[in-house]
T-cell receptor
Framework: DTAVSQTPKYLVTQMGNDKSIKCEQN?????MYWYKQDSKKFLKIMFS???????INETVPNRFSPKSPDKAHLNLHINSLELGDSAVYFC?????????????FGEGSRLTVL | QQPVQSPQAVILREGEDAVINCSSS?????VHWYRQKHGEAPVFLMI?????EQKGHEKISASFNEKKQQSSLYLTASQLSYSGTYFC??????????FGGGTRLMVKP
């Protein structure tokens, strides 16, 4: 069983479109995250949720909207996609909230905006 | 501001040792180390906490100098499977884990 699973794994779309990436974890963790990894491999945190509540919202454009229907799911919706949104998006979860918990990452969703 | 890792890349022969360094200008609560193989997700290696507690990997060790806000990852007797990109992540009290730019490690036979 995959601990943190993301769908889709690959996404190719046109500029201006809206797309969603889904994430689910079966580890029973309370905290989930979205990270963006650009072409230079920088891993940058976007959002952090704890038990369905938004904890961290880094300087991410309003076009990105996370939604957590329950503590096992954290989805990412992106409106009006731009070329600069092309990246690999990783979902992650941790048992502990705060900087002491090991992160478990999903396999990533590679988004290409044309 | 993200932590700074050095070196950016290193090539080793199997069996050789390597040290990857990570430093921050901000006060830290914890240091995390992860390894990412090409096309895969980052995988946890180790956490070092303020006060000296460590949680992590059997074959890889690390140090955390709280005063200097620096951490080093020690890879001894490297194996082919050690190849990948190593990321340090600095945790602060605000629940944030900020990653460095990564160190690409290649181990050759």
């Amino acid at each position: 069983d995959t601990a943190v699973s993301q769908t889709p794994k690959y996404l190719v779309t046109q500029m201006g479109n809206d797309k969603s990436i889904k994430c689910e974890q079966n580890l029973g963790h309370d905290t989930m995250y979205w990270y963006k990894q650009d072409s230079k491999k920088f891993l940058k945190i976007m959002f952090s949720y704890n038990n369905k509540e938004l904890i961290i919202n880094e300087t991410v454009p309003n076009r990105f909207s996370p939604k957590s229907p329950d503590k096992a799911h954290l989805n990412l919706h992106i409106n009006s996609l731009e070329l600069g949104d092309s990246a690999v998006y990783f979902c992650a979860s941790s048992l502990e909230q705060g900087p002491t918990g090991e992160l478990f990452f999903g396999e990533g969703s590679r988004l290409t905006v044309l | 501001q993200q932590p700074v890792q050095s070196p950016q890349a290193v090539i080793l022969r199997e069996g050789e040792d390597a040290v990857i360094n990570c430093s921050s200008s901000k006060a830290l609560y914890s240091v995390h180390w992860y390894r990412q193989k090409h096309g895969e997700a980052p995988v946890f290696l180790m956490i070092l906490l303020k006060g000296g507690e460590q949680k992590g990997h059997e074959k890889i060790s690390a140090s955390f100098n709280e005063k200097k806000q620096q951490s080093s990852l020690y890879l001894t007797a490297s194996q082919l499977s050690y190849s990948g990109t190593y990321f340090c992540g600095y945790g602060n009290a605000g629940n944030m884990l900020t990653f460095g730019g990564g160190t690409r490690l290649m181990v050759k036979p």
